[in-house]
């Protein structure tokens, strides 16, 4: 069975330059989430999807964070302008359905973002 | 969100089992522990996960205690592939809205494994 696939691996960009991320869920999984990891950190949350409505964006910062999920199955999340302190690993999730008492949410390998 | 207290780190020689803790004073009745764990440069990945009673996988074991307020995840043959961060995590099952199916990593412990 396929992972969850997301490129690039690795991004270095400049203070306000823009950047996308790309995320591919594992086949027939209707939750996919975007987490940030910065370093020494545990992942934290960004926003969850349903298929193709936002469950939560509570931590999403909306005024240069935007994420979209096409057709409930893809998704970008892409950052304009970008800060220093976006500099982290942007981690992938989903899972079949996010509710219930088993929900394992499998992660793909995460992009590597360096913000100059 | 119920929040979990872990070591910082721990270390462990190979072949020899490993007990990692985890305390959750505040565990409500619909609060299933879940066990998530991160190689090195990769992302995290499901270990194990409980409710009341003890578990076991082909991964790990999870012993519950019987007042829930703290569970110790165990590698009974801990290998050098076993070296990671380890999360437990405490997820509401029942929850809805935003808090429907969400993970709330904290910071785990480090598992150094030597040869």
């Known amino acids: 069975e396929a992972g969850v696939a997301q490129s690039p691996r690795y991004k270095i960009i400049e203070k306000r330059q823009s950047v996308a991320f790309w995320c591919n869920p594992i086949?027939?999984?209707?939750?996919l989430y975007w987490y940030q990891q910065i370093l020494g950190q545990g992942p934290k949350l960004l926003i969850q999807?349903?298929?193709?409505?936002?469950?939560?964006d509570s931590q999403l910062p909306k005024d240069r964070f935007s994420a979209e999920r096409l057709k409930g199955v893809d998704s970008t999340l892409k950052i304009q302008p970008a800060k220093l302190e976006d500099s982290a690993v942007y981690l992938c999730a989903s899972s079949l359905e996010p509710g219930g008492a088993y929900n394992e949410q499998f992660f793909g390998p995460g992009t590597r973002l360096t913000v100059l | 969100d119920a929040k979990t207290t872990q070591p910082n780190s721990m270390e462990s020689n190979e072949e020899e089992p490993v007990h990692l803790p985890c305390n959750h004073s505040t565990i409500s009745g619909t609060d299933y522990i879940h066990w998530y764990r991160q190689l090195p440069s990769q992302g995290p990945e499901y270990v194990i996960h409980?409710?009341?009673s003890n578990v076991n996988n082909r991964m790990a074991s999870l012993a519950i205690a019987e007042d829930r307020k703290s569970s110790t995840l165990i590698l009974h043959r801990a290998t050098l592939r076993d070296a990671a961060v380890y999360y437990c995590i405490l997820r509401d099952a029942l929850a809805g809205g935003t808090s429907y199916g969400k993970l709330t990593f904290g910071q785990g412990t480090i598992l150094t494994v030597h040869p």
């Open positions: 086949s027939g999984h209707a939750t």
């Open positions: 409980g409710l009341t």
């Open positions: 999807f349903q298929n193709n409505g936002v469950v939560d």
